[in-house]
């Protein structure tokens, strides 16, 4: 078992109870690590399901995918933080190996990708493969990011770095506004192969086209300003 002291996994999690306890097993019979779950406290399923296990259960303030995250992360005290799914898409045996690349290359902040060499996915439909892609190529034409796939959100960094970029975005808009403001504000980042496997349970809480023209407008309103 690998002892991760100074990692914390940070689990955004909405009506998971199928999942979350599955994936948080997997996790601890691989490292020692701690994890902080952010939910609404209306979420009561998902939080009996993981009362008995070794987690902190954070209860968000707000509502969106972007907004837990963003509080999650500022309630992390370690050096690093890994944004990791409720829903057992991520493969834990990759944390080890991205936390190695980011302190080895000296890195702020290492994105997953399923798009490079030896990566891939078995959750990717035909839509999103193309959604995915057409983002990516966009968000690179226009800030030279250099990174694979921008909306996969199996991120690991530097906390105090993240937090103090003042994220906005409480909805998907996150997945694209961390990598361009890190990159505007001289942040090094870099991406590492990943293979997103099957959900365990749920379903997928993104709307392709609703947030992805929401997605479309951020990379466009993040161009034109500061």
Avoid at 2 to 17: F, Q
Avoid at 130 to 135: E, L, S
Avoid at 169 to 188: I, N, T
């Amino acid at each position: 078992m690998h002892d991760l002291e100074n990692l914390t996994l940070i689990i955004p999690a909405r009506y998971e109870a199928d999942s979350l306890p599955i994936t948080i097993k997997e996790i601890q019979s691989l490292y020692n690590v701690k994890i902080k779950v952010v939910l609404q406290k209306e979420d009561i399923e998902t939080i009996k399901s993981i009362q008995e296990l070794d987690v902190e259960i954070l209860n968000q303030p707000k509502k969106g995918y972007g907004d837990a995250l963003i509080y999650g992360i500022s309630k992390v005290q370690t050096r690093f933080f890994s944004i990791f799914n409720a829903d057992g898409s991520f493969n834990p045996r990759e944390i080890i190996n991205m936390k190695n690349k980011l302190e080895y290359e000296k890195l702020d902040l290492v994105f997953g990708s399923r798009y490079l060499k030896n990566a891939g996915s078995e959750d990717d439909t035909f839509l999103t493969f193309i959604g995915n892609k057409f983002f990516t190529f966009f968000g690179n034409f226009l800030f030279q990011l250099n990174i694979s796939d921008i909306l996969y959100t199996f991120v690991l960094g530097d906390t105090r770095k993240v937090n103090e970029l003042f994220l906005e975005s409480y909805d998907f808009r996150l997945c694209v506004e961390l990598p361009v403001v890190a990159k505007k504000r001289g942040l090094k980042i870099s991406d590492f192969p990943c293979y997103e496997r099957p959900r365990i349970a749920g379903f997928k809480k993104v709307n392709e086209f609703k947030d992805g023209f929401l997605i479309l407008l951020k990379l466009l309103m993040l161009k034109i300003s500061k």
